[in-house]
């Protein structure tokens, strides 16, 4: 049932991309002669710096692709400006089973879309692609982009070093006396503390900052949510020892509340979230049955309470700023307590099996309106107990208020 539930989510995200808001928004171009157009540019809050990007000339042209063979810069108003420019830049890894056993960088000559942190007279600029981040750095005075040089690398087996060149390359190109081998100790190759650094620059040279990028430094947000629901249980009891059939127990609808918290992840305009959500969960059903020939009466009975901990991914299609579609996927830790599943003949007991710890999956798709969710989760498949196979399916409707 999964996986009939989870193909009926994947049916509904092409309707989910086109219907959810794709946002262009009031941006400029420059072309390579340096000619400017207003256009509107498609906001993918990129993570990584993108190698093209779509606009459009007014709110009923076509799209358009861009790369960095067509503009040399382009900019989504007061949000993000990026830069063509060809560098030499070093990738060497920063994985420790793979580093570099050489001190100096390994440049290669790229053109690559540079997004700008810092504008005025000292510029900062930056890159990245997955976990590896590179700054770079211009001056009215020297025009061209260099990188600033961190590099870690191991020089022995059992070692581990790190060049800090770029402190001294911006004590070299920057006088300042603000600026001074003390200062660039404490400064780390990290937005917040270089983009600190470079506004101070420009302070010190009485030059205007135009332009500051801080969008990356956004903290992750945290949402907290309480979300009562109705749970629709089963549980199918597989051929067994005890009474060699199939049993499936009563469907049996149950309450329970849960706490969620939600960390939006700052990159891709906050469609991408990391769930947590402890709930309570109890069930209690049984199923009953008379053997044709000797009238013997077999019950099978479940007492089952639970914390259930689903740890999951949430992507979101807005709509708007209040209301927005969302998917879950999720791995669920499962703590039950206090939990029997009980096998009876005539009324007699034959066994009583204590339900323990274990775990599921599980698959949910909601709608977000102001402070408002309603959402529909499937969790299946609880796992082998002793002799006994079983499968566990559990269906919930999810009501949710946003506390913050």
């Given at each position: 049932m999964l996986t009939k539930f989870l193909k009926t989510i994947l049916l509904f995200l092409p309707v989910l991309n086109i219907y959810a808001q794709i946002r262009f928004e009031p941006g400029y171009i420059l072309d390579h002669q340096n000619q400017r157009k207003e256009v509107l540019i498609k906001n993918v809050d990129w993570l990584n710096n993108p190698k093209s990007f779509e606009y459009k000339l007014d709110e009923n042209s076509k799209i358009e692709t861009a790369t960095t063979h067509d503009v040399s810069e382009f900019g989504i108003t007061n949000k993000m400006i990026y830069k063509t420019s060809k560098v030499l830049?070093?990738?060497?890894?920063?994985d420790i089973r793979s580093l570099s056993v050489i001190i100096n960088p390994e440049?290669?000559?790229?053109t690559l879309f540079l997004r700008q942190l810092v504008k005025g007279n000292a510029n900062l600029y930056k890159y990245q692609k997955g976990e590896m981040i590179r700054y770079f750095f211009n001056s009215l005075e020297n025009p061209k982009i260099e990188q600033?040089?961190?590099?870690?690398?191991?020089?022995?087996?059992?070692?581990i070093d790190y060049n800090y060149f770029y402190r001294t390359q911006i004590l070299t190109h920057f006088k300042c006396p603000a600026i001074t081998k003390s200062l660039l100790l404490k400064v780390s190759y990290t937005d917040k503390r270089l983009i600190d650094l470079f506004e101070k620059i420009n302070q010190c040279h009485e030059a205007e900052v135009s332009f500051v990028d801080r969008?990356?430094?956004?903290?992750i947000k945290l949402h907290m949510n309480i979300r009562p629901r109705l749970n629709l249980n089963q549980l199918t009891i597989g051929t067994n020892s005890l009474d060699d059939k199939t049993t499936k127990l009563d469907r049996s609808a149950s309450f329970g509340i849960g706490l969620e918290l939600e960390l939006i992840l700052p990159f891709n305009n906050n469609k991408w979230s990391?769930?947590?959500?402890?709930?309570f969960l109890s069930y209690k059903s049984e199923s009953e049955s008379i053997a044709p020939i000797t009238d013997i009466k077999s019950k099978w009975i479940l007492d089952y309470k639970s914390i259930d901990v689903p740890i999951g991914i949430r992507h979101s299609f807005f709509f708007d700023r209040q209301s927005k579609l969302f998917i879950n996927g999720m791995f669920v830790p499962v703590f039950s307590f206090n939990s029997t599943l009980r096998f009876e003949r005539n009324e007699a007991l034959?066994?009583?099996m204590r339900i323990g710890k274990g775990f599921n999956f599980g698959a949910g798709i909601g709608y977000t309106f102001n402070k408002f969710t309603g959402e529909i989760r499937y969790i299946t498949d609880l796992k082998r107990r002793d002799n006994i196979e079983n499968k566990y399916n559990n269906l919930s409707l999810i009501f949710g208020y946003n506390l913050f």
């Open positions: 830049i070093d990738y060497s890894s920063e440049f290669k000559e790229e600033l040089i961190y590099k870690m690398y191991a020089p022995a087996e059992d070692k969008s990356k430094m956004s903290d990391i769930i947590v959500e402890p709930n034959i066994s009583e």
